[in-house]
């Protein structure tokens, strides 16, 4: 028995995204040369470009290939902050939220290294950073502010930032907002279109967490945002990251996207119609689901469990053991388990937070894998307590 409940890692690719690579992948030449192969290559590149633009609403000379979101998010956080600056000194405080992920949060630690002001807006119990405390900290000090970066759904517990509201207010002071999107491409409201959000400036994007493979995202970023490069080359990818552009990654990117888009609304049905079923058998069980309970809050595809007294680090070795991968909302540094910056930010304790399992969702899953899941798990949780 195997059980994929780890999508917000990575997604298995789609088979339409593996035939895309294999197809592209026959093609010779690089995407910069002027001779038939190179133009055949470009061809293949441009197109990609403008289905994944259109997939999401933006104009095709908005997207920058990159090799994932950890570069689509270090390329914003400090190509902007740093752009921002160099046009004007005073311009050299950047605000983020207290739960981004590490390319966001250490992009930005590196930003505070060179002398910028990093502020970490803090999130609600819910992990949710709400419009208010983002309003208050603009009004209370307003000035100098390079660039503001949230997350659209926070990859640990699912919880939907409210990105249109936090655009405009951003907008509304002049600050360029970058969001990583990673996790939102699901969410059938997602949209960078510059006519519906204006205040928008990048957003992050990944392949392979949407049935791509790895090694390929993108930084959608308008035409008119201050940003400066963060490698120097050959000048691809309008000089904002230069190196040979991967075009079978690039199809099969492009494909994995439409697919998503054309499968969204279905799909984030049925994904939440598996949460809701994992959910109630979880509470069953005594864990503690956490994250927003209003759907408008919460993204389908990932629910993030507590178990009181349970050592996360034992339940996931022996799920694993049972054919089934979840992953723990603490990230392993140096071998050592830590917990999870998010958990503490929403004020769960450094004990929760190692007894926290993140189960994630996407295409391969049936109800069938949860009834699984739900009846292995107390034999699992009772041997995980006892350790
Ligand atoms: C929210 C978020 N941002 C960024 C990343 C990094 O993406 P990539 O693996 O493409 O570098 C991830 C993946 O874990 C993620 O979930």
């Given at each position: 028995?195997?059980?994929?409940?780890?999508?917000?890692?990575?997604?298995?690719?789609?088979?339409?995204?593996?035939?895309?690579?294999?197809?592209?992948?026959?093609?010779?030449?690089?995407?910069?040369?002027?001779h038939s192969?190179?133009?055949?290559?470009?061809?293949?590149?441009?197109?990609?470009?403008?289905?994944?633009?259109?997939?999401?609403?933006?104009?095709?000379?908005?997207v920058?290939?990159?090799?994932?979101?950890?570069?689509?998010?270090?390329?914003?956080?400090?190509g902007?902050?740093?752009?921002?600056?160099?046009?004007?000194?005073?311009?050299?405080?950047?605000?983020?939220?207290?739960?981004?992920?590490?390319?966001?949060?250490?992009?930005?630690?590196?930003?505070?290294?060179r002398?910028?002001?990093?502020?970490?807006?803090?999130?609600?119990?819910?992990g949710?950073?709400?419009?208010?405390?983002?309003?208050?900290?603009?009004?209370?000090?307003?000035?100098?502010?390079?660039?503001?970066?949230?997350?659209?759904?926070?990859?640990?517990?699912?919880?939907?930032?409210?990105?249109?509201?936090?655009?405009?207010?951003?907008?509304?002071?002049?600050?360029?907002?970058?969001?990583?999107?990673?996790?939102?491409?699901?969410?059938?409201?997602?949209?960078?279109?510059?006519?519906?959000?204006?205040?928008?400036?990048?957003?992050?994007?990944?392949?392979?967490?949407?049935?791509?493979?790895?090694?390929?995202?993108?930084?959608?970023?308008?035409?008119?945002?201050?940003?400066?490069?963060?490698?120097?080359?050959?000048g691809?990818?309008?000089?904002?990251r230069?190196?040979?552009?991967?075009?079978?990654?690039?199809?099969?990117?492009?494909?994995?996207?439409?697919?998503?888009?054309?499968?969204?609304?279905?799909?984030?049905?049925?994904?939440r119609?598996?949460?809701?079923?994992?959910?109630?058998?979880?509470?069953?069980?005594?864990?503690?689901?956490?994250?927003?309970?209003?759907p408008?809050?919460?993204?389908?595809?990932?629910?993030?469990?507590?178990?009181?007294?349970?050592?996360?680090?034992?339940?996931?070795?022996?799920?694993?053991?049972?054919?089934?991968?979840?992953?723990?909302?603490s990230?392993?540094?140096?071998?050592?388990?830590?917990?999870?910056?998010?958990?503490?930010?929403?004020?769960?304790?450094?004990?929760?937070?190692?007894?926290?399992?993140?189960?994630?969702?996407?295409?391969?899953?049936?109800?069938?894998?949860?009834?699984?899941?739900l009846?292995?798990?107390?034999?699992?949780?009772?041997?995980?307590?006892?350790?």
């Amino acid at each position: 028995m195997r059980i994929y409940l780890d999508h917000a890692a990575t997604t298995p690719l789609l088979p339409g995204a593996g035939e895309a690579w294999q197809v592209a992948a026959r093609t010779v030449g690089n995407a910069s040369a002027t001779h038939s192969w190179g133009r055949e290559a470009r061809r293949i590149t441009e197109e990609s470009r403008e289905r994944i633009a259109a997939a999401l609403g933006a104009h095709s000379g908005e997207v920058v290939f990159t090799s994932g979101a950890t570069e689509a998010d270090n390329l914003a956080v400090l190509g902007m902050a740093e752009a921002r600056r160099q046009a004007d000194p005073q311009l050299n405080r950047v605000l983020i939220s207290a739960v981004e992920h590490p390319a966001v949060r250490l992009g930005a630690a590196e930003l505070a290294a060179r002398g910028f002001e990093v502020t970490e807006l803090p999130v609600d119990s819910q992990g949710l950073l709400r419009l208010g405390v983002l309003s208050d900290a603009l009004r209370r000090n307003p000035k100098g502010i390079a660039l503001l970066s949230c997350l659209w759904v926070n990859n640990e517990m699912g919880a939907i930032a409210p990105i249109p509201e936090i655009a405009a207010l951003a907008d509304s002071y002049g600050i360029p907002l970058h969001s990583d999107a990673v996790q939102a491409v699901g969410l059938p409201s997602i949209t960078f279109a510059a006519a519906t959000l204006p205040g928008l400036s990048g957003l992050s994007i990944s392949a392979h967490k949407i049935g791509g493979p790895m090694g390929i995202g993108a930084l959608l970023i308008r035409r008119d945002a201050p940003i400066v490069p963060l490698t120097y080359g050959g000048g691809q990818e309008r000089r904002i990251r230069s190196g040979t552009v991967p075009v079978a990654l690039i199809a099969a990117f492009a494909a994995a996207l439409d697919e998503v888009v054309l499968k969204r609304e279905l799909q984030y049905e049925s994904l939440r119609q598996l949460r809701n079923t994992l959910s109630d058998g979880l509470t069953a069980l005594g864990a503690n689901v956490i994250g927003p309970a209003h759907p408008n809050h919460q993204a389908p595809h990932i629910l993030y469990a507590i178990f009181p007294g349970v050592s996360a680090e034992t339940l996931l070795m022996l799920l694993d053991q049972a054919g089934i991968a979840a992953s723990a909302g603490s990230a392993c540094s140096a071998g050592v388990i830590q917990p999870s910056e998010t958990l503490l930010a929403m004020g769960y304790t450094p004990q929760d937070a190692l007894s926290g399992v993140r189960f994630s969702l996407g295409w391969t899953n049936t109800p069938t894998d949860i009834t699984t899941l739900l009846q292995l798990l107390p034999d699992l949780l009772t041997r995980a307590s006892s350790v």
